[in-house]
């Protein structure tokens, strides 16, 4: 990974990284609070030898004594230096659990020992000092007297006395809380990585391009209302959603400059991807721009575009694949525009026979020679096999791919089998994106505030009537579609022809 990666990766994980970075910082004041006082007292003192005063002497005075103050720095915490110590203050204590608060160090050519105590109690922890240097005092007195008699050539005396301290050698709170600040940071940084190194979702368009190459058509931000709200009429006009769906329809034609593919199939990997609403939104979108449109409700496991248009599907695709009516008869109108829906009918108990069909690819060319675009919104390919069979019939797939929720094996899973049937990928739609952060795909737009107007017609289904030459969309005025495409009345599509002959 380079540094991009990292900067992303913090870009993404900033309130775990936070989160676990204050929670070090709780622990490290937690343990001062917790950790009781404790108080160090000490003294030092400094080591002589006995000598007539030449200059010869001194130096094999001085050399003896710092060869010697090493054995003395040893000899403090045995139970000869520590037990008469234990005895003058009446300590409960045993030598050896004296010997774990008690330090003897001595600097480098120096004749100076140095000890230090440790306890609860400043009081207590001074005369400890105390009485432990004054036992070294005498112990060394006896170990260094001579056996023919005389007094002892080495002599301790304690140049700086024992003091009680007025405040506590620990906890240090400032050192604990550095300790904590920096554990915190280092122990979320690496969460933060091994999380991002583990975790395969795809969360925007740099973990699509590890699975594909295909085009990225569009992106559309999540919204929290859109739950409540999926329709691009629902949305303000000018708000991120609306525009990504703007911006997905004008990718989408330029990925199908050619024309070839005038049925465009809508489908995931997974279920709740949110296929059937870009389905849907990007088929009003369409309409929206002046083309006729027919939306195909073609998920027949679980349909979900009656829903959210407010239709009825009793009598739909299926209706019409067996015979039992014609596709005439069964187109909806929606809204104030050319958008037609075929509802998925009657569940069957064979959808993958049906939608593989001959009858379905008949009614598929039927359909591109009525209307401009043909939208089809598909069952996933994971699950079951419907789309990737009803793919071959199709002029292009467009996968709707949703943001950290979809594993980017799975993603390659169904890729594979598109290919596997040698269907055209269009390309990708990726869903729920962060409208902030690293994997943002939307912009924000400088306009005024509006408020979405919806005719009550447009949930209802019922066509209002249009003034001529009014815009639609901002891009045009309405097409000549009203002339050509109705054949009996203004909600009435032409008829399709029934043999090749007449489509000629």
């Known amino acids: 990974m380079d540094l991009r990666d990292y900067l992303r990766i913090i870009r993404q994980n900033w309130i775990l990284m936070v989160a676990v970075t204050m929670a070090g910082l709780l622990i490290g004041g937690a343990f001062s609070i917790l950790t009781k006082p404790t108080y160090t007292a000490d003294t030092q003192l400094f080591v002589a030898i006995s000598n007539s005063g030449t200059v010869q002497e001194l130096q094999q005075g001085n050399t003896f004594s710092q060869a010697r103050v090493q054995s003395y720095v040893k000899t403090v915490d045995s139970p000869v230096v520590l037990q008469p110590a234990i005895d003058a203050l009446g300590l409960g204590l045993t030598s050896q659990e004296l010997a774990s608060r008690v330090t003897a160090t001595s600097d480098l050519n120096t004749v100076l020992i140095g000890i230090t105590v440790t306890d609860q109690s400043p009081v207590q922890a001074a005369a400890i000092a105390q009485a432990v240097s004054d036992s070294l005092i005498n112990a060394v007195d006896v170990l260094e007297k001579p056996k023919t008699g005389g007094n002892s050539p080495v002599s301790l005396s304690v140049i700086k006395p024992a003091v009680a301290p007025s405040a506590p050698s620990a906890p240090d709170t400032k050192l604990n809380l550095i300790a904590g600040l920096l554990g915190g940071l280092l122990a979320g940084t690496a969460i933060a990585v091994l999380r991002s190194v583990l975790d395969n979702r795809i969360r925007g368009e740099m973990d699509l391009r590890k699975v594909t190459t295909a085009p990225l058509l569009g992106g559309i931000s999540y919204d929290a209302d859109a739950v409540k709200k999926p329709l691009l009429t629902q949305a303000e006009t000018q708000s991120p959603r609306a525009e990504s769906f703007r911006q997905l329809r004008t990718n989408l034609q330029f990925a199908n400059v050619s024309g070839r593919a005038k049925t465009v199939l809508m489908t995931s990997s997974l279920p709740g991807e949110g296929k059937s609403t870009t389905a849907t939104n990007l088929a009003i979108a369409l309409a929206q721009a002046g083309h006729s449109v027919c939306l195909v409700d073609a998920d027949l496991r679980r349909p979900m575009v009656s829903d959210y248009l407010g239709l009825d599907r009793n009598a739909g695709l299926t209706t019409c694949l067996v015979g039992q009516a014609d596709v005439n008869d069964l187109l909806q109108p929606w809204g104030d525009d050319n958008l037609f829906v075929l509802t998925s009918g009657q569940i069957p108990p064979n959808p993958s026979e049906l ?9 598929i060319l039927r359909l591109e020679h009525a209307f401009d675009h043909v939208i089809i919104d598909a069952p996933p390919l994971l699950p079951v096999t419907d789309a990737a069979v009803l793919s071959q019939h199709v002029g292009g797939v467009v996968v709707v791919v949703g943001s950290q929720k979809l594993r980017q094996n799975d993603l390659q899973k169904a890729l594979s089998a598109l290919d596997l049937v040698g269907s055209n990928i269009l390309g990708i739609v990726l869903n729920r994106l ?8 939307a912009y924000s737009y400088y306009t005024h505030d509006e408020k979405p107007t919806l005719n009550a017609t447009a949930s209802s289904g019922k066509r209002q009537t249009r003034p001529a030459g009014s815009s639609v ?8 579609f009203d002339s050509t495409l109705y ?6 599509p032409r008829s399709f022809p029934s043999s090749r002959a007449e489509r000629r």
């Open 487 to 492: 054949a009996e009345s203004p909600r009435t």
């Open 434 to 441: 962060p409208s902030k952060g690293p994997d943002a795909y």
């Open 355 to 363: 939608l593989g069909s001959a009858e379905m690819k008949s009614l």
């Open 473 to 480: 969309d901002g891009l045009g005025t309405e097409s000549a």
